[in-house]
């Protein structure tokens, strides 16, 4: 007996029954971080069940923020390199924004290894997959919305130079949102997800056999999304999505706003064009002071964006200016410098110095205390410079290892760092400016796409250091009461 013929002794398709389990089953096994999920979002009752939103909001003190890139990291989201949109990326590495061909079992590889290091250290890892399917199998409300996100990437169209016109009557609404939408509404968990990161065109053209219809198919597969730095940046006001320089990214910064809706994480702003702004030129040094590369990927208009909307949190921002270079191999500020401790970093040596072919300068703007709007207050002072003067000791990284991403580490707080080049690890610990510990992960199946472990994760929330002392003092006041 066929399953398609089967049916209990109510009627229902067994059919149905046995794709819900199985949906049931893939939610609840594609990765580890099913579990952080389901911490940062607790119980709801069952009267806000109809809303997705709801699922994951209500978290308490979950809110999103990041003063600086010392304090503790509680939350970060990554995306598993998987599916097909990865495999399809490695088709055409070069078109794909890839560096080099690409392993996809030894991405996934490589990549476990990088969550569960961070896993290891306390952090909760929330995987973009795990976001996406949170709750859809029980919920219709998270149903509808998954469906209504693949809508956005699913499109019909007519064949080049085929008009509707041509089509039989009967067959035009196989064309129609309608028709999209019943497609939708009978995919698995895992086909709306797949749909929405291959991001699909079905080009229809008239078959005048069987069916009477026959397609063709491009897609604007979401191979980069692996890199979960870039679509947006945390500062001390919370979430603002960005704006990025290439057009195959765009449906990027959807799918990151959706899964931070769904998490009750609120966005406080978005970029707009003439604006551009990737997460990988950004750095938080404190509730004084915030940092952004303009060149290659960001700009001026998107500080200015941030400056005049008050987006940062911060009294200052330096903006650090790629005038003299723009190559891709350093086309974010996190490809030639990063934060390891509080008054401790790495740059890039040969752009260190004002004689440097490569340096970089910063212009730095600062809130006036009356009207609350940024001034600029210093203007081309070269990087290494206004580092130093900010009490920062700068450890200089060779370019042989920049390259090998030795600037792109991931600062768990604390200065517990994560690197991908051993040679770089060995150059921190030996610094004696530098008090924290280094681990090293073969990262590399991961930077053949073009980044690192700082390019492929979002802090989202980190502990801030004004709430960490006060919970310190709670502690030890608490400690200090009698029984």
């Known amino acids: 007996m066929t399953l398609n013929a089967m049916t209990d002794v109510n009627g229902i398709g067994l059919e149905h029954l046995a ?38 909001s209500g978290a308490g003190t979950t809110t999103a923020v990041q003063e600086h890139e010392n304090e503790t990291a509680e939350i970060v989201i990554v995306c598993e390199p998987q599916g097909t949109s990865l495999m399809m990326g490695g088709l055409h590495p070069r078109a794909s924004l890839y560096e080099r061909p690409v392993n996809l079992d030894a991405a996934k590889t490589a990549h476990a290894e990088f969550r569960q290091v961070m896993r290891d250290a306390g952090v909760k890892v929330l995987t973009v997959r795990e976001i996406l399917s949170y709750g859809v199998v029980n919920h219709m409300g998270a149903r509808v919305e998954l469906e209504e996100m693949a809508m956005t990437a699913l499109t019909y169209s007519m064949d080049e130079g085929v008009e509707i016109t041509e089509l039989r009557e009967e067959d035009r609404p196989y064309l129609s ?10 995919m698995s968990i895992m086909q709306l997800i797949d749909t929405i990161m291959i991001n699909p065109t079905v080009h229809i053209s008239p078959s005048y056999r069987d069916t009477g219809l026959s397609a063709s198919y491009t897609f604007q597969p979401l191979s980069n999304l692996v890199y979960t730095r870039d679509q947006q940046i945390t500062t001390c006001k919370g979430i603002v999505m960005g704006k990025l320089r290439s057009s195959q990214r765009q449906l990027e ?24 702004l ?19 990927r960001s700009n001026q208009e998107a500080c200015d964006q941030l400056m005049q909307r008050n987006w940062l949190g911060t009294d200052r921002l330096a903006v650090v200016r790629d005038d003299f270079e723009q190559h891709q191999d350093r086309m974010h500020l996190d490809c030639v410098f990063s934060i390891l401790g509080d008054k401790c970093c790495i740059m890039l040596e040969e752009m260190l110095g004002a004689e440097s072919k490569t340096r970089r300068l910063v212009d730095e703007y600062s809130r006036h205390p009356s009207t609350g709007k940024y001034e600029m207050t210093r203007e081309k002072v070269e990087f290494s410079q206004y580092m130093r003067e900010e009490g920062y000791h700068i450890i200089p990284i060779k370019p042989e290892h920049q390259l090998l991403y030795g600037c792109n580490v991931l600062n768990l707080g604390n ?18 400016h530098f008090h924290g510990d280094v681990q090293v992960i073969d990262y590399s199946p991961i930077t053949s796409m073009y980044g690192a472990v700082h390019c492929s994760s979002q802090v989202v929330r980190r502990l801030p250091s004004s709430l960490k002392d006060k919970m310190v003092q709670d502690a030890l006041r608490k400690s200090r009461q009698p029984e």
Do not use: W
Not at 254 to 274: A, S, T, W
Not at 278 to 296: T, W
Not at 416 to 432: E, L, Y
């Open 19 to 56: 794709i819900r389990q199985l949906s049931r089953k893939s939610d609840m096994t594609t990765s580890q971080s099913v579990q952080d999920v389901r911490d940062v979002a607790p119980p709801v009752p069952s009267a806000k069940r109809g809303s997705a939103t709801n699922l994951l």
């Open 177 to 186: 949102d309608e028709y999209k939408r019943e497609v939708l509404q009978h």
């Open 253 to 276: 910064v959807e799918v990151m706003k959706f899964c931070f809706r769904k998490l009750g994480l609120p966005v406080v702003g978005e970029i707009e064009e003439p604006g551009f």
């Open 278 to 296: 990737e997460g990988g030129d950004y750095f938080a040094a404190g509730e004084d002071l915030a940092l952004v590369g303009v060149g290659l």
């Open 415 to 432: 200065s517990r760092i994560i690197s991908v080049n051993a040679d770089t690890g060995r150059q921190i610990v030996k610094d004696p």
